[in-house]
C-alpha cells in the first residue's frame, strides 16, 4: 500500500523559512513525477512545484519561483519543499502528490498525502 506522509508545517511570520518533506512507502518513484500542492481557504488546489525522481527538470508556479525549491531524497525516498521568504498569501494546506499527471491547466495524480497545514502571518 502507497503512502504520502507530510510533515513541516506549522505557524511562521511573514518572511520566515519551512521546509516540509513527504516520506513515501509502499514502491518506489523512479521514473514519474512528484510534486507539491497547496490549496487556500476558498480555492481550488493549485499546483506549486513538480520535479522528476531524477531531480531534473523541475516546474515551479510563478509565484514562487525563486523562494521554493523542490528536492528529491534517494536515501530516504522522499520529497522535500524548501520554502524561503513566506508571504501571507502562501497560508494553505500543502500536498504531496506521487505520479503527478497534470499540473498547470488540472491537478491530478496517481497518489495523494493527507497535507499539511502552513500558516503565514503578518
Known amino acids: 500500500q502507497v503512502q504520502l506522509v507530510e510533515s513541516g508545517g506549522g505557524l511562521v511570520q511573514a518572511g520566515d523559512s519551512l521546509r516540509l518533506s513527504c516520506a513515501i512507502s509502499g514502491r518506489t518513484f523512479s521514473t514519474n513525477l512528484m510534486g507539491w500542492f497547496r490549496q487556500a481557504p476558498g480555492k481550488e488546489r493549485e499546483f506549486v512545484a513538480v520535479?522528476?525522481?531524477?531531480?531534473?527538470?523541475?516546474w515551479y508556479t510563478d509565484s514562487v519561483r525563486g523562494r521554493f525549491t523542490i528536492s528529491i531524497d534517494n536515501a530516504k525516498n522522499a520529497v522535500s519543499l524548501q520554502m524561503n521568504s513566506l508571504k501571507a498569501e502562501d497560508t494553505a494546506i500543502y500536498y504531496c502528490?506521487?505520479?503527478?499527471?497534470?499540473?498547470?491547466?488540472?491537478?491530478?495524480?496517481?497518489?495523494w498525502g493527507q497535507g499539511t497545514q502552513v500558516t503565514v502571518s503578518t
Open positions: 502528490a506521487a505520479e503527478v499527471r497534470y499540473w498547470r491547466t488540472k491537478t491530478e495524480a496517481g497518489y
Open positions: 520535479i522528476h525522481w531524477n531531480g531534473q527538470p523541475t
